[in-house]
Nanobody, 114 residues
Framework: VQLQASGGGLVEPGESLRLSCTVS????????RGWYRQTPGKERELVAD???????NYRDSVKGRFTISRDIAKNTLYLQMNSLKPEDTAVYYC?????????WGQGTQVTVSS
């Protein structure tokens, strides 16, 4: 199983980015798919996730700006990030949480700066 994340970059405040995470390999027992982020010296934090049933959950600071979605046919998870702020700067990781284990992508850097 591999999770390949992409789409990060350097943008100015107020701009948008869309992160993608393509999953290869078969995964059973999925509980949720999500995006996390981490900055130096801080713990990895949940940004948004989507349960196996399709319900979504966002951290308060990104509500109304970020949208998590999934393309089943492409086996790809997305994070649309609008109105980006400097405090959104972090390495973003995609995650698939299963009954017995977690799978992580390699991380993609998002930098929001003027």
């Amino acid at each position: 199983v591999q999770l390949q994340a992409s789409g990060g970059g350097l943008v100015e405040p107020g701009e948008s980015l869309r992160l993608s995470c393509t999953v290869s390999g078969k995964i059973v027992g999925i509980r949720a798919r999500g995006w996390y982020r981490q900055t130096p010296g801080k713990e990895r934090e949940l940004v948004a996730d989507m349960s196996a049933g399709g319900s979504t959950n966002y951290r308060d600071s990104v509500k109304g700006r970020f949208t998590i979605s999934r393309d089943i046919a492409k086996n790809t998870l997305y994070l649309q990030m609008n109105s980006l702020k400097p405090e959104d700067t972090a390495v973003y990781y995609c995650n698939v949480r299963c009954i017995l284990t977690n799978y992580w992508g390699q991380g993609t850097q998002v930098t929001v700066s003027s």
